[in-house]
């Protein structure tokens, strides 16, 4: 599993693997350009200082790329060693310029390539979420989703945009110092590297342990975050309870377990570290030692000295940095694997053989139809149901709380597929419609509307658009918005907050009710869409929604009566099972669940107007 979240990681890069490689190209010629830098030290030290001191012997010739050196610069004198050292320092600026121009357009290169597979990364992540089923949303928690689609992909950035490109720098640092150590003096070269087998042992054995507590820090972070997404969306209700003293305990319980694992986190990085120092140097005291050794014996020069003790420090910084790689490669293949979790998810299929512009008859088929929302549960949420609702026929859904209503509706907009029986839709299947033509054909008004953070026009308008000014306002008519438009600050321009938080229930509804009128969908479903709303502003919609719903197949979920005073026909449901059916008349003459409400609200409605002496 780790081998092939390390490979999804790099597939990451994607069509920018080129420049990243061109990158590396650079960083890899800068690196070895860098690596002249003790050479020339070298040739100081050995050409001009050994030069002046010995009055004039020879500088030794040990290797061929201090002989290349050696070869441009100007022939070495007595009379001209103040040059010659101003040549050495021009040859060292200028490799030095080199170095820093290389390694500055790999950066600028790279930093390029993160930013832009990232953004394909987010896109492609939020554009899989969009096209999840909705029982997916139903088990996945939104606050988990929000911590993957921000920092997990921040820290598959901060791998991809600075641990990667170092990879290919440190390891041609390494490559690069050990090859002029081992051109100076190949014995010492192999001692100075010694300790590397072991250093990468523990750096392995880091990033399986970084990895493992990373993992378990992220999805403690996934809980803190969904308990501040939680607690910000319904903060109204936290206040209104006085609960802000509970809502502050539970966030400071789900602190303190993320703080247990990062504590944990801290204490491995402290045991790591130290010892990994050790190690690196402990390996730079055995370079310096050999070397040192082997100039006493005659076989380095001073300079081939001070060359071979700066390129141990070349390599002991690789070394050094391995932890560090190994420890960003661990969150980032645990973040890896949590995207992928999402991507790998099956989407949803849209497609199907009924599709186009054509508008919906509206002639409604359930046969037979059970269905419950998850396999693991016993209980079905529809069980058995079976209705015929004709083309432009306006009946109403009507039971106690969770008695199937609003199920009946997903499964008409294929938000899930029955577990058993079938669904017709104008003669055909429903199966064989594209969900996409099919649910632009449906307007469901929910008894919970969502709100988008924007103006109330551009909330109504979301269904079009395009819609035109007037066009909007017709809508809003309908759904009685004009009532309490001019009682906002901006009129339809005013901002109505996170989910509508500025707006009342009532005042959401209708506005939603608006978005989806504006629409003119083929059939229009309203799931208490006026619930909370009062009953002189229900009777205003429901004489503007008679001109809108004419022709129209429409089906109205309700508990209110004077809700579906329009329906044709009527269905109530109880425990997932339609137990009563027929026209307002008939249903009163069975004597049954609907007579009992109806009784009710008649009682009630009589008290009430008793008390107001009407």
Request: aromatic share 10%.
């Amino acid at each position: 599993m780790t081998m092939k979240n390390i490979y999804r990681l790099f597939r990451v890069l994607d069509q920018w693997k080129y420049h990243y490689l061109l990158a590396g190209i650079l960083l890899i010629f800068g690196t070895i350009i860098g690596m002249l830098e003790p050479k020339v030290l070298q040739i100081a030290i050995d050409g001009v200082v050994t030069f002046f001191i010995k009055n004039g012997e020879a500088p030794p010739l040990n290797d061929s790329i201090a002989a290349l050196l050696y070869s441009i610069l100007p022939d070495i004198r007595m009379n001209n060693l103040p040059f010659v050292l101003i040549c050495i320092g021009g040859l060292f600026a200028v490799i030095a310029l080199t170095k820093a121009a290389l390694r500055f357009i790999s950066a600028v290169i790279t930093a390029n390539s993160t930013e832009k597979a990232i953004k394909k990364l987010r896109d492609t992540l939020f554009a899989h979420i969009q096209a999840m089923p909705a029982a997916y949303f139903n088990e996945t928690p939104s606050g988990d989703l929000i911590q993957r689609c921000t920092g997990d992909v921040d820290t598959i950035r901060g791998f991809i945009g600075q641990q990667v490109i170092q990879m290919v720098s440190f390891t041609a640092f390494f490559i690069g110092a050990f090859f002029m150590m081992y051109a100076v003096h190949p014995k010492a070269a192999f001692i100075a590297v010694s300790l590397v087998p072991i250093i990468l042992l523990t750096s392995l054995w880091f990033f399986k342990k970084e990895a493992a507590i990373w993992e378990t820090h992220e999805k403690e972070q996934d809980k803190l975050t969904a308990i501040i997404q939680e607690n910000l969306s319904g903060i109204r209700v936290v206040k209104a309870f006085a609960n802000e003293p509970f809502e502050t305990d539970k966030f400071d319980r789900q602190n303190d377990e993320k703080l247990k694992i990062g504590v944990k986190q801290v204490d491995l990085h402290t045991t790591f570290w130290p010892f990994s120092d050790f190690l690196v140097n402990t390996q730079i005291v055995i370079g310096v030692a050999t070397s040192g050794y082997f100039t006493l014996m005659q076989q380095l020069t001073i300079g081939e000295f001070a060359a071979f003790f700066t390129y141990s420090i070349m390599v002991a910084w690789p070394m050094r940095a391995v932890g560090r790689i190994m420890s960003k490669m661990g969150m980032a293949v645990v973040a890896i694997d949590r995207i992928g979790q999402i991507l790998d998810a099956k989407e949803e299929v849209y497609t199907g053989t009924v599709s186009g512009t054509q508008p919906i008859q509206g002639d409604i088929i359930f046969e037979n139809v059970s269905f419950k929302y998850s396999e693991k549960e016993e209980k079905y949420a529809l069980k058995n149901i079976s209705f015929h609702i004709k083309k432009g026929e306006k009946v109403a859904l009507l039971g106690p709380t969770g008695a199937g209503k609003s199920t009946i509706i997903a499964l008409l907009a294929r938000f899930y597929e029955p577990t058993e029986g079938k669904i017709f839709l104008d003669g055909k299947a429903l199966q064989e419609y594209d969900k996409q033509y099919l649910r632009k054909r449906l307007g469901i008004v929910h008894q919970k509307p969502f709100l988008f953070s924007t103006t109330i026009e551009q909330n109504i308008a979301y269904t079009k658009p395009e819609a035109q000014k007037g066009v909007i306002y017709d809508a809003a008519q309908s759904a009685a918005v004009q009532d309490f438009i001019d009682k906002m600050s901006n009129g339809y321009e005013t901002m109505v907050g996170e989910k509508g938080v500025t707006l009342s229930g009532g005042q959401k509804q209708r506005v939603a009710l608006a978005r989806t009128l504006l629409a003119d969908p083929d059939i229009l479903i309203l799931d208490d869409a006026t619930s909370a709303v009062d009953t002189e502003t229900e009777y205003s919609i429901q004489q503007a929604l008679k001109e809108k719903m004419d022709g129209k197949t429409s089906i109205i979920i309700a508990h209110r009566l004077t809700a579906v005073q329009q329906a044709e026909r009527l269905f109530v449901f109880e425990n997932g099972k339609i137990i009563e059916s027929g026209t307002h008349k008939e249903l009163l003459l069975q004597n049954g669940f609907y007579k009992k409400v109806y009784d009710i609200q008649v009682a009630i409605e009589d008290d009430i107007e008793r008390e107001l002496g009407i």
